[in-house]
């Protein structure tokens, strides 16, 4: 028989015990915010995880030049396509009205990450919406190619583009892809790494740097993109079905949408926004009675009544295609 000592176990020629080791400092070098899990353990014994977000926030880029001529597409490359002077405003319209919201939330050491789309109309949106910032509130910022506008195809031709559109809604908003383009189902692909981006960054408190002593509970995010790409956004996260996505309305140029935790810390619209707010942007009863319940939900529970889980699905969804 023979009898082997634990450090025998090896991992590619290294005792497993250092190994797991190397491999947890290399987590850490690769990782550095999990250092700020050390303190305070939880019930169950383990590490206290990093405060999630207090809210994500939805703002869409301000008046650019192209939705006021449209002919701008036709010689400038749709991510050239800056703000107008009115789109300036709308930006910093826009960041005041951030800032006394976050200001507002009864925590004095708020901050704001921000995640923009490399379109100019958006980069020029984010630095209108820092104008109103103090530097210490902000906590990072992050140049987000996945939430680009949505491709219509290059230089665009005027003609064409009414022909396509046209098409679209016989085709439908959501599957219907412009030629040498995308279409919305094209995007949400890419949304959904985003938000998968998205989460790991919340679970593994990416938005908290290390060399900061206190971990600030009124952390705030906040997406800087598209009408579009942000309606997107929303379908993925809240689990909306495609005929819920097309009833919705593009915001406003500078306008918002906050996702605030409710009191199981799950995001809900409702707890911002009213009811009013919501159906005018396009939520729909069965859509509203799930930001309720969102409102109070805790964080890993499902909501089996909603229409696209469960029974219901199959007693209210009997015209799927009419």
Known sequence: MRWRCCDDDTVGGVPRRRAQQLLHNQHQERFPELALRRG?????????PPP??????????????GNVDEAAYTRVPDPRIGLTAQGW??????????????????????????????YRRSLETLRGIGRAFEPHR???????????????GNFQDRDQMRVDKELRLKYGRFFYRFPNGESAADVYDRITGFRETLRADIDIGRFHPPQQQRRTDDMNIVLVSHGLTLRVFLMRWYKWTVRQFEGLNNLGNGGTLVMQTGEGG??????????????????????????????????????????????????ERTDLYL
């Open 266 to 315: 799950r995001y809900s619209l409702l707890v911002h926004h009213t009811e009013d707010e919501l159906r005018e942007f396009g939520l729909t009863d069965e859509m509203l009675k799930d930001q309720m319940w969102h409102k109070t939900a805790r964080v890993g529970d499902i909501n089996y009544s909603f229409i696209t889980n469960g029974q219901s699905f199959f007693d």
């Open 89 to 118: 405003r709308d930006a910093e319209d826009c960041g005041r009205r951030l800032r006394d919201l976050f200001s507002n939330s009864g925590d004095s050491d708020w901050k704001v990450y921000f995640y923009v789309s490399p």
């Open 40 to 48: 305070p353990e939880n019930n169950n014994g383990g590490q206290a």
């Open 138 to 152: 902000f906590a990072g910022v992050r140049e987000e190619p996945r939430l680009r506008e949505q491709d219509f």
């Open 52 to 65: 999630r977000p207090r809210r994500i926030v939805l703002v869409r880029h301000g008046e650019s030049e």
